[in-house]
């Protein structure tokens, strides 16, 4: 990144959302202990060196860089039609819940409330812009899709973990 690579500027970008997003579950799923201080400078520091990235990035010119070889179209809509799958299922989710009188316990909260308000609402604005060829969904639908590409072997490592130990 530092010698101006496009790729290790989006890996590092999508790395940075990767810690922000998933040390934000520390900050609060996790009950209140030692590691704190250390969870929230890892989603500070992640959102600072984002910010800095977002502020500093040429997007005509990654934009220019990625056009050519990127399925553009295709990776805009599945990105757009993915986050509008998710985020309606966790409202469905949530409707129900009302209309039971039940209670987001505290994991499913935090995981709707970040998706909600921020993960899902970019992910199918950067989806539509990159089926738009808008320059800004080039910059942002890649480190989204290194986000997710974390997330998911995060998650399959996570479960084989838990069937492995009973």
């Known amino acids: 990144t530092s010698r101006g690579s496009a790729r290790g500027?989006?890996?590092?970008?999508?790395?940075?959302?990767?810690?922000?997003?998933?040390?934000?579950?520390?900050?609060?799923?996790?009950?209140f202990g030692p590691l704190f201080p250390l969870h929230a400078t890892l989603v500070g520091s992640s959102l600072v060196a984002l910010g800095v990235i977002i502020f500093r990035i040429?997007?005509?010119r990654l934009a220019h860089h990625f056009n050519k070889a990127m399925p553009a179209r295709s990776?805009?809509?599945?990105?757009?039609?993915?986050?509008?799958?998710?985020?309606?299922?966790?409202?469905?989710?949530?409707?129900q819940r009302l209309r039971?009188?039940?209670?987001?316990?505290?994991?499913?909260?935090?995981?709707?409330?970040?998706?909600?308000?921020?993960?899902?609402?970019?992910?199918?604005a950067a989806g539509l812009l990159l089926w738009r060829h808008h320059p800004w969904g080039y910059a942002l639908s890649g480190p989204l899709l290194v986000n997710a590409l974390l997330s998911v072997l995060t998650l399959w490592t996570t479960s084989l973990l838990v069937a492995a130990s009973g």
């Open 75 to 95: 990776l805009g809509g599945m990105m757009a039609m993915l986050g509008s799958l998710f985020a309606t299922a966790w409202l469905v989710d949530v409707a």
């Open 9 to 31: 500027l989006v890996v590092w970008a999508g790395t940075m959302i990767y810690f922000a997003y998933w040390y934000h579950f520390h900050l609060t799923g996790i009950p």
């Open 58 to 60: 040429d997007v005509g």
């Open 100 to 124: 039971h009188g039940e209670v987001l316990d505290q994991v499913a909260r935090g995981i709707y409330t970040i998706d909600l308000t921020v993960m899902l609402p970019v992910t199918v």
